[in-house]
T-cell receptor, first 112, second 115 residues
Framework: GQQVMQIPQYQHVQEGEDFTTYCNSS?????IQWYKQRPGGHPVFLIQ?????EVKKQKRLTFQFGEAKKNSSLHITATQTTDVGTYFC????????????FGAGTQVVVTP | DGGITQSPKYLFRKEGQNVTLSCEQN?????MYWYRQDPGQGLRLIYY???????QKGDIAEGYSVSREKKESFPLTVTSAQKNPTAFYLC??????????????FGSGTRLTVV
């Protein structure tokens, strides 16, 4: 099936710093979704990107879809302890119905 | 409040036993899914259902079975044929297929441990 690579796998961030996590595909994507899973919790939908070059913001989080629609990034500004968790990107499979396939995630640890 | 309820939260299974995980949603979503998550890893699709009385195998369906007799319910049975069932199981739902979806809604999960 279609695969997406998320990098980095782990990210240690000092509180107040910025960081970026990336989701890359070898094929063109129709859309991409991002989820956050807090430690011990379940994934929560954050956002969906559909258009080439699309940029969406949610407070300190900025999501971008690449111009070629083969990659996406999540940038967090001024990291807070509440940002701790694993961030997953998910893409549609290429079958007709289109299920979501999740990346392996970026686990974010925030140091106060 | 609308949402997805998974039960139990923790489940312990003996070798050779079948166990059933419950998933109920009151979101009026057509599509439901079961994912498995192993420590430090992403989500792998076990089964999915687009509509009542219909379901399809996902990437890792061996050793699992499901039913979809009601729109609201999508129980997962982990059979004795599943050799490594210890994992975190997540149920999700969405409005129709992912192509029309604004995202999946997940339940709080069931942690299954073989003892």
């Amino acid at each position: 099936g279609q695969q997406v690579m998320q990098i980095p796998q782990y990210q240690h961030v000092q509180e107040g710093e910025d960081f970026t996590t990336y989701c890359n595909s070898s094929t063109t994507l129709s859309n991409i979704q991002w989820y956050k899973q807090r430690p011990g919790g379940h994934p929560v939908f954050l956002i969906q990107l559909v258009k080439s070059g699309e940029v969406k913001k949610q407070k300190r989080l900025t999501f971008q879809f690449g111009e070629a629609k083969k990659n996406s990034s999540l940038h967090i500004t001024a990291t807070q302890t509440t940002d701790v968790g694993t961030y997953f990107c998910a893409v549609l499979t290429t079958d007709s119905w289109g299920k979501l396939q999740f990346g392996a995630g970026t686990q974010v640890v925030v140091t106060p | 409040d609308g949402g997805i309820t998974q039960s139990p939260k923790y489940l312990f299974r003996k070798e050779g036993q079948n166990v059933t995980l419950s998933c109920e949603q009151n979101l009026n979503h057509d599509a439901m899914y079961w994912y498995r998550q192993d420590p430090g890893q992403g989500l792998r699709l076990i089964y999915y259902s687009q509509i009542v009385n219909d379901f399809q195998k996902g990437d890792i369906a061996e050793g699992y079975s499901v039913s979809r007799e009601k729109k609201e319910s999508f129980p997962l049975t982990v059979t004795s044929a599943q050799k490594n069932p210890t994992a975190f199981y997540l149920c999700a739902s969405s409005i129709g297929g992912a192509r029309r979806s604004y995202g999946y809604t997940f339940g709080s999960g069931t942690r299954l441990t073989v003892v």
